[in-house]
């Protein structure tokens, strides 16, 4: 069976220092991969999508970055991170068109 | 492009009651719809999906949902409200495009149950 990890699953970080996580799939190949942010009260914003590796799409212009070196491996960065970066960070990967994503257990981000 | 309009973003029932959480769509074409549960400091668990098939779609829980085409709606229901029910639900569209396709949320209902 497919599973999905995240971590770190908690961060606590000063404003203006780097970050980086980190999400992996195993139990399938070629999977699309999805970070998401969820702040207090506003839904889940879609950040990045990538069909493969090496592939990334960017849906919100920001301080954050994303790449995927390995085919099951999702990596979200920032250089300097700002107060605004705080939130829940979800990591979902799914199979082609219109099927069902399959999210993560989270990363909480709080910046200081 | 596709949005999702969930009506209230918080529910309150008492136990064993009728949970029925509200969720309206807008796509340009058929569309895939889901609904999501999200238990506190955890990720997203689907409950169910539409795909086109049948209009009753049953899900985990004892949950399920109508697509209703005419009302562009996608309601979830339960008969009767169990405690653990308590949680956030989130309704969403999928934009199918070339291979992959990302989904469009709502902003969520909490559901509150209480005994």
């Known amino acids: 069976s497919q599973t999905i990890h995240q971590w770190p699953a908690t961060l606590v970080q000063p404003v203006g220092s780097p970050l980086s996580l980190e999400c992996t799939v195993e139990g399938t190949s070629n999977p699309n991969l999805y970070w998401y942010r969820q702040a207090a009260g506003r839904g889940l914003q879609l950040l990045f999508y990538s069909v493969g590796i090496g592939q990334i799409s960017s849906e919100v212009p920001q301080n954050l970055s994303a790449s995927r070196p390995q085919d099951r491996q999702f990596i979200l960065s920032s250089k300097k991170l700002l107060l605004s970066d705080s939130g829940f960070y979800l990591c979902?990967?799914?199979?082609?068109?219109?099927?069902?994503?399959?999210f993560g257990p989270g990363t909480r981000l709080l910046v200081l | 492009a596709q949005s999702v309009t969930q009506l209230g973003s918080h529910v309150s029932v008492s136990e064993g009651a009728l949970v029925l959480l509200r969720c309206n769509y807008s796509s340009s074409v058929p569309p895939y719809l889901f609904w999501y549960v999200q238990y506190p400091n955890q990720g997203l668990q689907l409950l169910l999906k539409y795909t086109s098939a049948a209009t009753l779609v049953k899900g985990i829980n004892g949950f399920e949902a109508e697509f209703k085409k005419s009302e562009t709606s996608f309601h979830l229901t339960k008969p009767s409200a169990h405690m653990s029910d308590a949680a956030e639900y989130f309704c969403a569209v999928s934009a199918s495009n070339s291979g992959y396709s990302t989904l469009t949320f709502g902003k969520g209902t909490m559901l509150l149950v209480s005994p």
């Open positions: 979902a990967w799914s199979l082609g068109q219109g099927e069902t994503q399959y």
